[in-house]
């Protein structure tokens, strides 16, 4: 199904009025007058008609009429060029009054202004890359089918810049942060706009752990200075100030973006919650995060920010002889639907088995949701041989899913590895 753009339809309606209005003018001018200068009207009505031809050629080359669109308007100004042109020959030669050719002319510049000043607004223009890209995929069987597709089409169509986007998102979905970033990378490269900036900004530190310096602060800061109101760019520098601690530049952050959103929207909510918390954390006392190293040891949030998620990871003994010394411990929880970015991490390096871990909201990405607004996640145990954020072939882990917001005594047993 196709539909016709609003601006095209405004071009052409301008199109058929001055063509009307001419004909009307023509008309009028054969009763009112005996001797019209028809050669002189004909001679105005070709240049017109060349001036309304380069129009639609212009138009065709810059991709606002299609083929076929064009050439329906090119045959009906050519019809109506032929009728003037059977008109002239049987009516008498006479000289056109000024007045008639200045109103004609004007009648096409009106045309021309309105259609600059109706025709053109940014709305109407094609959506950008980063609003048409869109993953359907839910399964990990779907998203890895849909993964090796898109790899196959990166490298069928390297200048394929949606084709890379598709990729990026795919392995963002997949929490393959990593892949992500790069795959971004060649997009910026082919299509370089803000909102994906900020996209790559994100996978950047969400494959360091959570760690904004650097580049991801770079790129945001880049953003912001050429557009302050950039509302992603605003949101993610809140998450990125909240990761270094400073609680009262995320509140500024996050309210110059509240102010961009309807208060009572599902992202104004979310803000609101978000300055909440940042308030809330900027008033607590810091403390010393606690890492689990052995069977007795409690992970402790920074701050006084209530656990609201706490256990242990075991692994059987098969696999703990497959850990090696220095594996780094990841537990951390995930919204059950919708985005799968963490929405609070614990790291640790154990000595020994089981460890014991707590999630809360401190321990989140600061954009929303939060741990605290989510009735139950999905929590994720892995042991990372190389310490990397981002998951690898060789890593163990465990999924539990329905996990309730509150509970104690959750146990995650590892036995092994996970597709």
Same mark, same amino acid.
């Given at each position: 199904?196709?539909?016709?753009?609003?601006?095209?339809?405004?071009?052409?309606?301008?199109?058929?009025?001055?063509?009307?209005?001419?004909?009307?003018?023509?008309?009028?001018?054969?009763?009112?007058?005996?001797?019209?200068?028809?050669?002189?009207?004909?001679?105005?009505?070709?240049?017109?008609?060349?001036?309304?031809?380069?129009?639609?050629?212009?138009?065709?080359?810059?991709?606002?009429?299609?083929?076929?669109?064009?050439?329906?308007?090119?045959?009906?100004? @050519?019809?109506?060029?032929?009728?003037? *042109?059977? =008109?002239?020959?049987? !009516? +008498? &030669?006479?000289?056109?009054? #000024? /007045?008639? $050719?200045?109103?004609?002319?004007?009648?096409?510049?009106?045309?021309?202004?309105?259609?600059?000043?109706?025709?053109?607004?940014?709305?109407?223009?094609?959506?950008?890359?980063?609003?048409?890209?869109?993953?359907?995929?839910?399964?990990?069987?779907?998203?890895?089918?849909?993964?090796?597709?898109?790899?196959?089409?990166?490298?069928?169509?390297?200048?394929?810049?949606?084709?890379? @986007?598709?990729?990026?998102?795919?392995? *963002?979905? =997949?929490?393959?942060? !990593? +892949? &992500?970033?790069?795959?971004? #990378? /060649?997009? $910026?490269?082919?299509?370089?706009?803000?909102?994906?900036?900020?996209?790559?900004?994100?996978?950047?530190?969400?494959?360091?752990?959570?760690?904004?310096?650097?580049?991801?602060?770079?790129?945001?800061?880049?953003?912001?200075?050429?557009?302050?109101?950039?509302?992603?760019?605003?949101?993610?520098?809140?998450?990125?100030?909240?990761?270094?601690?400073?609680?009262?530049?995320?509140?500024?952050?996050?309210?110059?973006?509240? *102010?961009?959103?309807?208060?009572?929207?599902? &992202?104004?909510?979310?803000?609101?919650?978000?300055?909440?918390?940042?308030?809330?954390?900027?008033?607590?006392?810091?403390?010393?995060?606690?890492?689990?190293?052995?069977?007795?040891?409690?992970?402790?949030?920074?701050?006084?920010?209530?656990?609201?998620?706490?256990?242990?990871?075991?692994?059987?003994?098969?696999?703990?002889?497959?850990?090696?010394?220095?594996?780094?411990?990841?537990?951390?929880?995930?919204?059950?639907?919708?985005?799968?970015?963490?929405?609070?991490?614990?790291?640790?390096?154990?000595?020994?088995?089981?460890?014991?871990?707590?999630?809360?909201?401190?321990?989140?990405?600061?954009?929303?949701?939060?741990?605290?607004?989510?009735?139950?996640?999905?929590?994720?145990?892995?042991?990372?041989?190389?310490?990397?954020?981002?998951?690898?072939?060789?890593?163990?882990?465990?999924?539990?899913?329905?996990?309730?917001?509150?509970?104690?005594?959750?146990?995650?047993?590892?036995?092994?590895?996970?597709?």
């Amino acid at each position: 199904m196709s539909f016709l753009p609003p601006w095209l339809g405004l071009l052409l309606a301008l199109l058929a009025l001055g063509l009307l209005a001419a004909g009307v003018l023509q008309r009028g001018l054969k009763k009112q007058v005996l001797f019209v200068g028809l050669e002189l009207q004909s001679h105005t009505n070709r240049r017109i008609a060349q001036e309304h031809l380069a129009d639609l050629d212009r138009a065709l080359a810059e991709g606002r009429l299609t083929a076929l669109q064009h050439q329906a308007a090119r045959d009906e100004l @050519l019809r109506h060029l032929l009728d003037d *042109a059977e =008109q002239s020959d049987d !009516a +008498p &030669a006479a000289s056109v009054p #000024a /007045r008639w $050719l200045w109103m004609v002319l004007a009648l096409v510049l009106l045309s021309g202004l309105s259609y600059v000043q109706l025709g053109a607004p940014q709305t109407w223009w094609p959506k950008p890359l980063s609003q048409r890209v869109q993953i359907s995929a839910t399964t990990p069987a779907q998203l890895a089918e849909q993964t090796r597709l898109w790899q196959e089409a990166t490298q069928k169509r390297p200048e394929d810049a949606q084709a890379w @986007l598709t990729l990026a998102r795919l392995h *963002a979905a =997949q929490n393959a942060h !990593a +892949p &992500a970033e790069q795959a971004l #990378a /060649r997009v $910026l490269a082919l299509s370089p706009e803000p909102d994906l900036w900020i996209e790559r900004a994100q996978m950047k530190a969400l494959s360091a752990g959570g760690v904004y310096a650097g580049e991801p602060w770079q790129w945001i800061q880049d953003v912001l200075r050429s557009q302050p109101q950039h509302l992603n760019a605003l949101v993610l520098a809140g998450s990125a100030a909240l990761s270094e601690k400073r609680h009262a530049a995320a509140q500024d952050y996050w309210q110059r973006a509240l *102010a961009l959103v309807p208060a009572d929207s599902e &992202a104004g909510q979310g803000l609101q919650q978000a300055v909440a918390q940042a308030a809330e954390m900027a008033a607590a006392p810091s403390a010393t995060v606690a890492v689990g190293a052995g069977p007795l040891s409690a992970a402790t949030p920074a701050g006084d920010a209530k656990p609201l998620i706490q256990g242990e990871v075991r692994v059987s003994p098969e696999v703990q002889s497959q850990i090696a010394a220095g594996s780094t411990l990841f537990v951390y929880a995930m919204a059950e639907e919708g985005s799968r970015r963490p929405v609070a991490i614990w790291r640790g390096t154990p000595t020994s088995w089981p460890v014991r871990f707590a999630l809360s909201d401190s321990m989140g990405m600061g954009a929303p949701p939060v741990l605290s607004s989510l009735a139950q996640v999905r929590l994720v145990a892995r042991v990372s041989k190389t310490g990397s954020a981002q998951k690898q072939e060789v890593d163990l882990q465990v999924e539990l899913a329905g996990v309730k917001t509150g509970v104690q005594g959750v146990v995650l047993n590892i036995t092994g590895r996970t597709p």
